[in-house]
């Protein structure tokens, strides 16, 4: 077990341009969720799947913001006609529950992004 | 709706001595969870402990443990015989009981160890 994996580590792109994010969790886990971080702040969540189920969006998920995790396995966060206040880290975290979520989450070591 | 407030930005301690980080919150319900997540530069968030509303007693993992004052809404960490190993931003989270999904989080702080 490696852990939650996130790809790429940075990414740079212009303004316009769309980008995808990769997470794969810790392979028996269930749940994943995605939070973006910016500095000097505590992570802010995006979305949350149960298994294949994308069962929570928060408001600060855009139309420009899709996230998938297709089979249940491993999941994608793209941003379309990405704008400089993207410019965040981007945190997957994985855990495992059938019940009360227990808010003990595995993350990975997070995707940079900056927009220029 | 529930807050969560860590009003020191940043902390130092010396190596060896202890440090206490201080966390606040705001909720109107009885059951709920707390957390301590520690982020080390350029590295993973991880959980350093968790607490239970409903239990009395602190939560201690080895050299860390809290001062959970639910009347209070407060809930400091506290570090012992601190290490180089312990520089980080940490983060205080809070989560309702019957909640799947949501962790309220602290702006964080970043602590310092000295040498």
């Known amino acids: 077990d490696t852990g939650v994996s996130q790809d790429p580590r940075h990414k740079i792109t212009k303004r316009g341009q769309n980008v995808t994010f990769r997470c794969d969790p810790i392979?028996?886990?269930?749940?994943l969720y995605w939070y973006r971080q910016t500095l000097g702040q505590g992570p802010e969540f995006l979305t949350y799947f149960q298994n294949e189920a994308q069962l929570e969006k928060s408001r600060l998920l855009s139309d420009r913001f899709s996230a998938e995790r297709p089979k249940g396995s491993f999941s994608t966060l793209e941003i379309q006609r990405t704008e400089q206040g993207d410019s965040a880290m981007y945190l997957c975290?994985?855990?495992?529950?059938?019940?009360?979520?227990?808010?003990?989450?595995?993350f990975g070591e997070g995707s940079r992004l900056t927009v220029l | 709706a529930q807050t969560v407030t860590q009003s020191q930005p940043e902390m130092s301690v010396q190596e060896a001595e202890t440090v206490t980080l201080s966390c606040t919150y705001d909720?109107?319900?009885?059951?709920?969870?707390l957390f301590w997540y520690k982020q080390p530069p350029s590295r993973q968030m991880i959980l350093v402990i968790r607490?239970?509303?409903?239990k009395q007693q602190n939560a201690t993992e080895n050299r860390f443990s809290v001062n959970f004052q639910k009347a209070a809404k407060s809930f400091s960490l506290k570090i012992s015989d601190s290490q180089l190993g312990d520089a980080a931003m940490y983060f205080c989270?809070?989560?309702?009981?019957?909640?799947?999904?949501?962790?309220?989080w602290g702006a964080g702080t970043k602590l310092i160890i000295k040498p």
């Open positions: 607490q239970e509303a409903y």
């Open positions: 392979s028996e886990h269930n749940r």
């Open positions: 909720t109107s319900e009885s059951d709920y969870y």
């Open positions: 989270a809070y989560s309702r009981m019957d909640s799947n999904y949501q962790l309220i």
């Open positions: 975290a994985s855990s495992l529950g059938s019940g009360h979520f227990t808010g003990e989450l595995f």
